[in-house]
Every structure is written in structure tokens, then in C-alpha cells.
């Protein structure tokens, strides 16, 4: 009796589709929306720009450092067999559960949620509330309110559920289109800021609030959200071509064009508007173009701001439903989720699965609580990851490593204490959101120890 042929997926990525995932993924909303956050907790532009180079060194480190597993194991789901491999299977469901329940079906549902606050730009009704629930699960302990925008983001998640259900080579085309898009918006903004922009007055340069290390690490915490998506690309390695080669220049190129877009376009905003005119604008890139060109201006940014959320949307659920595939095939998830579809080659239940979740996470909260809750329980896993560099050199010496972390073991080091810091501090300032993401994280041991006694 022959044994049914097992549907794999299929490598249908190219380089640019990979280098898109990084760009496209990372630049969604936080370089439109954090700068206020980053300016009222540092208090003057030179830091805000002090902490936005931090965030992208770090985060480069942590590029560099995943460079070398994702080209040593290009295998579907990322850090959930990086985990797995250095600490063993319980470490990486964790780190999959994480990802399911809270960090990456959060992070959809916190870029959906940003679409909808630039939509309100050309249809106010949007916020208005339909709904409120009378239980304390708002904004510290306050009746949770429900908006028209929440459902339009809502079907936002399921239409672009629907785009990858068709197959990788759909969405990382779309990917790569998009990206290509939203770069160039950025960049008129960019050229407008700094090129036809009225300087403001030197005298209002800082915005009066005093710098503390628990502001510059809050703050840290806005920027890493603006740079939250660098290693999504690993998630999808099982999908790429030549993945030795592309997966570490995707990840290394990719990371540092980010950097480079965000310091230039925060150079644009602070060239137009004082700390202080940053501190109290909701929208800041939108604030600066309706200063340098008027009222269309403003448009054109909430327009460039849709189009960026919608690629990071786009890559976000490409690349986060890899992960909870990849546990059902090791039998540690539900196990219709490893199903891959014959005709498309992709794991469509696990794309309709995340996303569904995602969908129902965007009545949860609004912007900065969502970005903090998904922030605290990401940082706890990329640090454990990123050692896992070091515990592989010696646990797996003779595992074929085609590119290897520069300046080793320097980098991961400095990148695992500063994620450690980073854990503690955002546990101190937000100790709601971050409990809230601890508790998701350990719900997941009985069902870890659930379904390995099943297998």
C-alpha cells in the first residue's frame, strides 16, 4: 500500500520578494505615529534621534545574529526551530504559542488598527463609537469601547487572509509592489520636509520634559515597534530561493535601509516642527506636510501612510502563518493547521487560523497599548533567540553555517543584555500589558504537555 504523498510548500521567493518582507513588514505605521511617543518621554529631538539609532543598531544586531541561523536552517517558522534546536521543543512551542496568540496576531491587529485611525482622515464617522462594553477591559481598567473603524480593520486582516490563501508567489509579488510604492511616498515626504519646509525656531527645540532611563527605554520601546519585522523574513524560509545567500542579505540590507529611511524622515519632521509641536500632534508626518504644503498634504501622508500599513499588513500575515504550520507538523499545535493546500502550496488553514485571531484582537485595545503588549512578549523570545547563536556553536559545532555573525560573540551579547533591559523596564512601565502577555505565554505549557502526550 502506498503512502499518501505529503504537499510541500514551495520555493517561489526571490531575493527582492525577501528584501521586501524585511523593508515592507518593518516600515508599516510607527514612523508615522511614534516620533510624539519617543519626543514626550526623551524630551528633545537630538535624543529622540539618539534612541532611534540605538533601536536600529540593535535591531541590527539581532539581524546580523539571525542571518546566521536562518542560512544554517531555512526551514518554515523562524525562531520557533532556532528555539527548539538550541533549547529544546518545548522553548520553541512557547515561542510559536507567543506568536499565535499574542506578539504576531497582535501586531496585525495593531497595524490594522493604525489603517483605520489614517482612514478617519477622510471619514471621521469611522471613530465613532457603536458600542461600549461595560467590563473594565479598556484602557487602564475603563468599559472597552467599540468603533466603526475596528470592523473595517477587522476585514482588512481576512481580505489580505484571502490574497495569501492563493499562494506565496501572489502575496510576495503584491509585496514587492507595495513596497516599492511606499517607499517612494516616503521619500517625497522626506524631500518636501527637508527640501521646501520652513525651519522652526532654534528656541523651541526641546519640549520640557526631562530625560530619565525609564523615558529613554519607553521611548526605546516606540522605536523598537517602528522597527518590530526584521525577522519575519526567516518565517517564510522555507519559501525562498537560495536561502544560504538570500535570507542573511535580505536580513542585513533590508534592516539597514530602514534604519537609513526612519533617521531621514525624522530629520524632515524635526527640520518643519519643534519637539514641542511633535509632542501634541497625533499624526506627525501629516502635521509637517499640512505645514509645508497645505491641506492635501496631510492627505497624501494619511494616503502613503494606508499604503505602508497595508504592505506591512501583507507581510505580516505572510510570513506569521509559518509559524503555527510549522508547530502542527512537529504535532505540538491543532493538526488540520499543517495542512498545506494542493493547488496554492500554502498553509491556508494557518493563514485563516492567525488571521481570524488577529481579526478578533483589534476590539481589544487601541494603538500604544497594543504596540507595548506586543512589544514586552517579542523581546522576551528574540533575546532567548539570539543566544541561541551561542548555544548552537557549541551544542551543534558541526552544523554547516554558510554565513557567520560578524564581530561574534560581541553582537548577540550586547543585543541578549540589552533585550533584558529592555523586558524589565517595559515590565515597570506597563505592568498591565506586559502581565497580560506573560499569562498568554505560560497558558500555553498544558496544552504543550497536551498535545506531546499525543504524539
Not at 477591559?137 to 489580505?160: E, N, T
Not at 547563536?389 to 557567520?404: A, E, G, T
Request: with cysteine; proline share 5%.
Amino acid at each position: 500500500m502506498n503512502e499518501p504523498k505529503v504537499i510541500e510548500l514551495r520555493r517561489d521567493l526571490g531575493l527582492w520578494g525577501a528584501i521586501s518582507i524585511v523593508v515592507g513588514t518593518v516600515i508599516g505605521s510607527g514612523i508615522f505615529l511614534v516620533p510624539r511617543a519617543m519626543v514626550l518621554r526623551v524630551g528633545s529631538p537630538s535624543m529622540v534621534f539618539v534612541v532611534w539609532v540605538f533601536g536600529g543598531l540593535l535591531s541590527l544586531c539581532g539581524a546580523l545574529s539571525y542571518a546566521e541561523l536562518a542560512a544554517a536552517m531555512p526551514e518554515a517558522g523562524g525562531e520557533y526551530v532556532y528555539l527548539r534546536e538550541a533549547y529544546g521543543p518545548l522553548w520553541g512551542f512557547l515561542y510559536g504559542w507567543t506568536q499565535m496568540w499574542v506578539a504576531k496576531s497582535g501586531s496585525i491587529a495593531t497595524l490594522a488598527t493604525a489603517f483605520f485611525y489614517y482612514l478617519t482622515t477622510f471619514f471621521p464617522l469611522l471613530d465613532g463609537v457603536f458600542y461600549t462594553v461595560p467590563l473594565p477591559l479598556g484602557a487602564h481598567g475603563a468599559p472597552l469601547d467599540l468603533r466603526y473603524g475596528q470592523l473595517l480593520a477587522m476585514a482588512l486582516i481576512l481580505f489580505l487572509a484571502g490574497v495569501n490563501y492563493f499562494g506565496v508567489k501572489l502575496g510576495g509579488e503584491i509585496q514587492i509592489i507595495v513596497t516599492v510604492v511606499k517607499v517612494l511616498l516616503i521619500a517625497f515626504i522626506v524631500v518636501a520636509g527637508l527640501g521646501f519646509g520652513k525651519a522652526h525656531a532654534p528656541a523651541l527645540a526641546a519640549s520640557g520634559h526631562p530625560l530619565t532611563i525609564a523615558g529613554f527605554f519607553a521611548a526605546l520601546v516606540a522605536a523598537l515597534w517602528a522597527y518590530d519585522g526584521w525577522n519575519n523574513v526567516s518565517m517564510v524560509a522555507s519559501e525562498i530561493r537560495q536561502p544560504q545567500r538570500s535570507l542573511p542579505l535580505a536580513l542585513i540590507g533590508g534592516t539597514l535601509a530602514v534604519i537609513a529611511i526612519y533617521l531621514a524622515a525624522n530629520a524632515a519632521y524635526f527640520h518643519v516642527l519643534s519637539a514641542q509641536q511633535v509632542g501634541a500632534s497625533e499624526r506627525v508626518a501629516a502635521e509637517m506636510m499640512g505645514r509645508v504644503v497645505g491641506g492635501w498634504g496631510a492627505n497624501a501622508v494619511a494616503i502613503a501612510a494606508m499604503i505602508s500599513i497595508f504592505a506591512a499588513l501583507n507581510g505580516s500575515i505572510l510570513t506569521g502563518a509559518r509559524v503555527p504550520y510549522a508547530m502542527a507538523r512537529d504535532g505540538c499545535f491543532f493538526a488540520p493547521v499543517a495542512k498545506v493546500n494542493a493547488a496554492y502550496r500554502t498553509p491556508g488553514v494557518s493563514i485563516i487560523a492567525l488571521s481570524a485571531w488577529a481579526a478578533l484582537l483589534v476590539l481589544s485595545g487601541r494603538y500604544e497599548q497594543l504596540f507595548t503588549y506586543v512589544i514586552f512578549a517579542s523581546w522576551i523570545l528574540y533575546g532567548m533567540t539570539t543566544a541561541a547563536v551561542i548555544v548552537l556553536r557549541r551544542k551543534r559545532p558541526d552544523l554547516p553555517r554558510p554565513y557567520k555573525t560578524l564581530a561574534y560573540p560581541v553582537l548577540p551579547v550586547l543585543f541578549v543584555l540589552v533585550a533584558v533591559l529592555l523586558v524589565l523596564s517595559t515590565l515597570i512601565d506597563s505592568p498591565r500589558e506586559s502581565l497580560l502577555g506573560l499569562g498568554f505565554i505560560i497558558l500555553g505549557l498544558p496544552f504543550y504537555y497536551y498535545w506531546k502526550r499525543r504524539t
